[in-house]
């Protein structure tokens, strides 16, 4: 299989998004780390899952913002499976106000996981990644960092700040055969989008030409493409999955 015997560590997956990209590299052969800060009976259940089907995972607590926790599972996942070759960075959060109403301490808490989280994760596996000899680092952005969206300034700074950081070690790496990519989802069925009350998921609705919010298979099955050594002349993109939303 085109991921066999790679270790890649997926930052958030005991749901949504990442525990989608989670099943689907391990059911291609990955060794998998499934990442998660507080949803630990989540996390064991898709090892549990990933097992049944063949495949190969551990669950690895860490706190994103929390550099020694970082630290930490690198030391687990080396101990587990040795050096990392993909890094998938998805945890992210939402905190959705009017700018009118957002605290600085909102402001903060969106910035702290959502691009301190990336800078942690990438900084404590960087130098497995580019050892690696099909490194990847892949970032899950969005679409909102591509067009804003109403009451959510601190998560479209966050996302839209993602290509430029992908952009850049992309060309730090570019003497190496590890790439890195941001893949931007549109909006996809997960407890984040539950969040988002049904009168304005309907006008979302009204802005996607495909007419239905994206599963997350929609969105792991281009990282695992990105993961693979088919993607090796890919580096420095944006790949939207976003059901044609212009932006
Ligand atoms: P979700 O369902 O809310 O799941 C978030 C995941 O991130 C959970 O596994 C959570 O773990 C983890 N997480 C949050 N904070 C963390 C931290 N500090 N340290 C470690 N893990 C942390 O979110 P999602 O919808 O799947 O979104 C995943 C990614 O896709 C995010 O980056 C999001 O911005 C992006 N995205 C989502 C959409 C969408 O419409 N859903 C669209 C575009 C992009 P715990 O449960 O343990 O806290």
Redesign the pocket.
Known sequence: MKLDSQTCVV????????KGIATELASHGANVVV?????ER?AYDVVDEIEADGGTAIAVQ????EEDEVEAMVGRVRNAFGPTDVLVN????TVDKKFDNMTREDWDAVMD??LG?VYNCTNAFFDDLKAADHGRLIN?S??VGQQGNYGQANYAAT?SGLFGFTRTIALELADTETTANCVS????Q????DKVPERVQNKILERIPLDRFAEVDDVACIVRFLASEDSSYMTGQVFGVNGGMEW
């Open positions: 930052t958030g997956s005991s749901r949504g998004i990442g990442n998660y800060r507080n949803s989540e860490a706190d994103v913002t998805n945890a992210g959060i996981v959502n989280g899950i969005s679409v996302k989802p549109g909006f996809v997960t407890d984040m989008l």
